[in-house]
């Protein structure tokens, strides 16, 4: 195993790496300075987009002109040619304190998404599906910080954390009407050790990689909830994760340079970077674009 720096830009809160198979882009943003970015495997052709709000997720549309982003103020769709982002929903214009976070598109196209209280404090976020047809639907609620949505290699397993309650839970999911059901605990999280469950993916084996932020960790975690391996990482805010390379086979690694709050701990000079990990002798699952 080996653990390279791809790129250096200290940004505020990288977060929500995606692997785009049809470009062999890598692409991720920095929530709080509300940037998307893209660049090759190797870290060249480095392009960004800025989206003039706080964003908590993106995913690219099956057209490849365009993504779906989830920014403070609600789902956009943004147009890479012209930088300019159109209103989808806003589905919580009535809760001031609250931002759209963690997102990803599941195996039949559709975006599912979570929202947070920018305090992380207060339950008062949600987790949404934007269906193919740009339809907006409430899925769960009463949540803290919303992270880490995944699915398992069938997409039959929904996996999803409030970050704060150190829990990971996983849900049967219906590939047919996109609605998750029978909440069960999947692993639990010590956060009082300083670390807390952030961004995740699913390897082709099924198992669940997860960015343990603050405690500068990735975890890969078994199909049963158990702790299979421990990366320790150069920084202590990680923040998110996802396979990517031509072969499927380099796990990408955020950061942030600058905590969300003030209660949050600094970090040492390579804080915000993007890491490339190579050598794990596992792959990744292509990642689906958006169907609409």
């Not at 940004?11 to 995606?18: A, D, R, S, T, W």
């Not at 480095?46 to 964003?55: F, G």
């Amino acid at each position: 195993m080996k653990i390279n720096v791809l790129l250096d830009l200290k940004n505020n809160l990288g977060e929500g790496p995606v692997w785009d198979i049809q470009q062999q882009r890598l692409y991720w943003i920095d929530s709080l300075d509300g940037r998307v970015f893209s660049c090759t495997e190797r870290g060249t052709e480095i392009k960004s987009w800025d989206v003039r709000q706080k964003i908590g997720s993106m995913a690219l549309c099956k057209d490849g002109n365009s993504a779906i982003v989830a920014l403070e103020k609600g789902i956009y769709l943004l147009d890479f040619a012209t930088g300019e982002t159109n209103l989808l929903h806003s589905p919580e214009s009535d809760k001031p304190h609250n931002r759209f976070n963690d997102g990803k598109v599941d195996r039949q196209g559709r975006f599912v998404v979570g929202s947070m209280d920018m305090q992380e404090e207060t339950p008062s976020g949600a987790l949404y599906r934007l269906d193919t047809d740009y339809s907006l639907h409430k899925i769960e609620q009463s949540i803290i910080v919303s992270n880490a949505p995944c699915w398992s290699p069938k997409g039959d397993t929904f996996y999803f954390a409030d970050t704060w309650t150190g829990e990971i839970w996983k849900y049967d999911y219906d590939g047919l009407t996109g609605n998750i059901s029978n909440r069960q605990t999947f692993c639990t999280v010590n956060t009082s050790s300083g670390g807390a469950a952030d961004g995740a993916t699913v390897d082709s084996e099924g198992y669940l990689w997860n960015a343990l932020v603050y405690a500068g960790k990735v975890v890969r975690y078994s199909p049963t909830g158990e702790i299979d391996r421990i990366i320790e990482m150069p920084v202590k805010k990680v923040t998110s994760v996802a396979f990517g390379g031509e072969n499927l086979d380099i796990l990408y690694v955020t950061s942030m340079a600058r905590p969300p709050l003030p209660r949050f701990p600094e970090d040492g000079q390579l804080r915000g970077s993007v890491f490339s990990i190579h050598n794990l002798g596992v792959t990744g699952i292509p990642e689906k674009r958006f169907g609409g």
